[in-house]
C-alpha cells in the first residue's frame, strides 16, 4: 500500500468537492436554516394566536358567564406566568336560546359562514348529560383552540358538580391543582435538570448524522460511476492501484463530511450567543445545553458509520457502469440506514432497554442508534466499546469484500455483470487463477 499516493487520491476527491460554492452554501445555509426556524417557532409560540370571535348558544343558562370568566383567567394566568403556550385570545357573545335549538343553530351556521362569528359552542342539558359539548366552526384542525375550550367547561362542570354536593366551590381549585414532574439526570458527575432541549438537539444530530449517511454514501457510488462513464478511472489506474484509488476516496469524501460536521459544531458550540440564547430561554424548554461528549460521540459514530456504509456503497457501484444498473441494488444501504431510524422510537422511549442495547451494537443500526443512546442517557462503558468493535468488525469484512470486486469491477465496461460473476470477482487472485471472464471480454 502506497500510502503516498492513498494521499493524493484524498486530497484530489478532497479539494474538488470543498471547493465548490454548491458545497459552503449548503454548509453555512442549513445551521442558519435551523437557528431561524428555531427563532420564528419560539417568536410565534410567544404569542397569541389571533382573537377568535365565539357565540355560545347555552341552553342550561348555567355556564356562559363561568366559562367568558374562566377563558379570562387563563389567559391572565398564563400572561403572568409568562409562559409560551400557544392560546387564542377569546371574545365570547352569549346567544338566546329560547325555542327551536336547530333554528338557532341554522342562524349561527350562517354568520359563521359570512365571517361575523369564527366559531359558535352548543350547550344543552341533553348534551351536558352525556357528557358532550357541540363546537361548530369553518375548520376543525385547531386543536389547540379546540382542547382549551374543552378544559375550561370540565373544569367549571367538575365545580358544579362539587357545589351540588354541598362541598365548597374551592375544593374544585385543590382538586384541579397539577404536580408538575422535573426531570433530573442522573449522571456519574451528579445530576442535572433536564428541560428537553438537550432530547432536542440529540434528536436533530441524530436525524442530521441519519442524512448525511445517505447523502455521502451516494456520493462515493456517483464518484466511482462517474470516472467509469467519463473513463477517467482508466487514465488514474494507471499510477494507482485500485485499492488505493478505493481508500483514497472513501477517506477523502469522509473529509468532506467531518468538515461540514466541524463547522455545524462550531454553530451548535455558540448557541449561548446572547440573541439566541435570548430566544430559546423565553421558551418552556430553555436553552440547549450541547455537551462536549455528545459532540465527540457524534463525530466518531459518523466516521464509524460513515466507512461502514461507504464500503457497502462501494460494492454496489464498483461492477456497474451507470446510476440506472447501480440503483437496483442501492437499496440494500437505504434500507440498512432507515432500519435505524425505525428503532429511534423504542430507543427514546427506553434508551437502556435490551432492544435498544441490541441496534446498538447490530453494526449496520450501532453508529446511529449508540449514539442517540449515549445522548439520553448513560451508556455502560462495554456496550459503547462492543458498539465500535462490532462496526470496525463490519467495515473490514465488507471492505475486504469491496475491495475485491472494485480491483476488478473498476475497469468492466459493457455488460452488466451477474451476481455469480460478482462473487468469481471475488475469488479471483491475480496469478492463480484465471481471469473472469468479463473481464476477457472488456
Known amino acids: ?76 394566568e398564563r400572561k403572568a406566568k409568562k409562559t409560551a403556550e400557544r392560546m387564542p385570545h377569546w371574545i365570547l357573545e352569549s346567544r338566546p336560546a329560547e325555542g327551536d335549538i336547530e333554528a338557532a343553530k341554522e342562524k349561527l351556521r350562517k354568520e359563521v359562514s359570512a365571517k361575523k362569528i369564527d366559531a359558535y359552542l352548543v350547550l344543552t342539558p341533553a348534551l351536558l348529560e352525556k357528557d358532550q359539548v357541540e363546537y361548530y366552526s369553518t375548520t376543525v384542525s ?19 358538580k362539587i357545589a351540588a354536593r354541598g362541598l365548597s366551590p374551592d375544593l374544585a381549585n385543590d382538586l384541579e391543582k397539577r404536580c408538575d414532574l422535573r426531570p433530573f439526570k442522573v449522571s456519574e458527575s451528579g445530576t442535572s435538570e433536564e428541560k428537553g432541549a438537550g432530547i432536542v438537539a440529540a434528536i436533530v444530530f441524530f436525524f442530521v448524522m441519519y442524512t448525511t449517511f445517505f447523502v455521502y454514501g451516494a456520493q462515493v457510488m456517483m464518484g466511482v460511476l462517474d470516472e467509469k462513464t467519463n473513463r477517467i478511472v482508466e487514465i488514474i489506474i494507471a ?21 461540514q460536521y466541524f463547522t455545524w459544531a462550531f454553530v451548535a458550540g455558540n448557541l449561548s450567543a446572547p440573541g439566541i440564547a435570548a430566544m ?11 455537551p462536549i461528549s455528545m459532540l465527540i460521540y457524534f463525530v466518531l459514530f459518523f466516521i464509524l458509520g460513515y466507512f461502514l456504509y461507504a464500503s457497502v456503497y462501494m460494492c454496489v457501484a464498483a461492477p456497474f457502469n451507470t446510476n440506472q444498473e447501480a440503483q437496483q441494488l442501492a437499496m440494500i444501504p437505504m434500507v440498512l440506514i432507515v432500519s435505524s431510524v425505525a428503532t429511534y422510537p423504542a430507543v427514546l422511549n427506553n434508551p437502556s432497554g435490551g432492544l435498544s442495547v441490541f441496534f446498538s451494537i447490530f453494526p449496520f443500526t450501532a453508529s446511529l442508534t449508540m449514539f442517540l443512546r449515549t445522548a439520553l442517557s448513560d451508556v455502560p462503558t462495554w456496550q459503547i466499546g462492543l458498539s465500535i468493535v462490532s462496526i470496525v468488525a463490519a467495515t473490514v469484512g465488507i471492505s475486504w469484500f469491496a475491495g475485491r470486486i472494485y480491483r476488478v469491477g473498476i475497469l468492466m465496461y459493457g455488460k452488466k455483470p451477474t451476481i455469480p460473476e460478482i462473487l468469481r470477482w471475488v475469488r479471483y487472485s491475480p496469478g492463480k487463477s484465471p481471469a473472469p471472464e468479463v473481464a476477457k471480454a472488456s
Open 142 to 160: 385547531e386543536f389547540t383552540a379546540m382542547n382549551q375550550l374543552e378544559r375550561a367547561i370540565t373544569r367549571i362542570r367538575i365545580r358544579q
Open 1 to 76: 500500500m502506497n500510502w503516498k499516493k492513498v494521499f493524493a487520491v484524498v486530497r484530489r476527491e478532497y479539494v474538488e468537492r470543498v471547493r465548490t460554492k454548491a458545497f459552503w452554501i449548503s454548509t453555512l445555509l442549513i445551521p442558519g436554516l435551523l437557528l431561524g426556524l428555531i427563532g420564528v417557532q419560539i417568536a410565534l409560540s410567544s404569542r397569541a394566536t389571533g382573537q377568535r370571535r365565539l357565540a355560545v348558544l347555552d341552553a342550561t343558562g348555567t355556564l356562559y358567564a363561568p366559562l367568558a370568566a374562566e377563558l379570562e383567567a387563563q389567559e391572565k
Open 239 to 259: 499510477s494507482v492501484r485500485p485499492t488505493e484509488l478505493m481508500i483514497g476516496k472513501m477517506l477523502g469524501i469522509g473529509l468532506v463530511g467531518l468538515t
Open 280 to 290: 430559546l430561554a423565553s421558551s418552556d424548554m430553555g436553552t440547549p445545553k450541547i
